[in-house]
């Protein structure tokens, strides 16, 4: 392995360490040293990639962002109509935010109103806004929906699963709630199903 090849995985460690403890306690939470602990690495190893947490949290949110660009794009292009469009969008959200530790912590980041970051939902609240005007221009609505109220319908949606993965981090298909009982992707999925069934004329 060559030296830049070393330097890569090392930086990639560190910001995956990283995600993992700003989605669990968000930036005022964690500090520098215990993020190179995490990623089992020294903190010289981390100030030479990193020069403030604000530079590593700024990394984690690059991180996430490129990985909800690509479920938006993936979103938009498999289905044939604005409604359809919008929904593969949440349901896209949804299993992102399952999966990707980054975008936990971005999402962590956002709702902590960390100063100076980049914000995930950018990447992705446009679309749901600009697609819900949409189905509804194109008569997709029942009669007196308001494309207003479905995009806030699908931002709440996110938002919830956001906040519920981020206070119980589990794989992607076992998450549970407070009582113990089993969250799990496909019942999330099922969920903005009925939601959706609420937006057919």
Known sequence: MTKQDRATVTRAALVEAAAAEFARDGYAGVSLGR??????????????????????????????????????SDALSAAPTPLARLSEVVTGMTRTLHANTAVRAAARLELDHSAGLRRW?????????????EASRAGELPAGTRPEDVSALAVLFIRAVALHTRAHPAPPDDLRDQQGAHVSLAQYLRLWAMACRGLTP
Do not use: I
């Open 35 to 72: 993020v190179s602990h995490a990623a089992g690495l020294s903190n010289g190893a981390l100030t030479f990639h990193f020069r403030s947490k604000a530079d590593l949290a700024d990394a984690v949110v690059d991180s996430a962002l490129a990985a909800v660009r690509a479920s938006v």
């Open 121 to 133: 939902s950018s990447a992705w609240h446009p679309q749901v806004r600009q697609l819900a005007e």
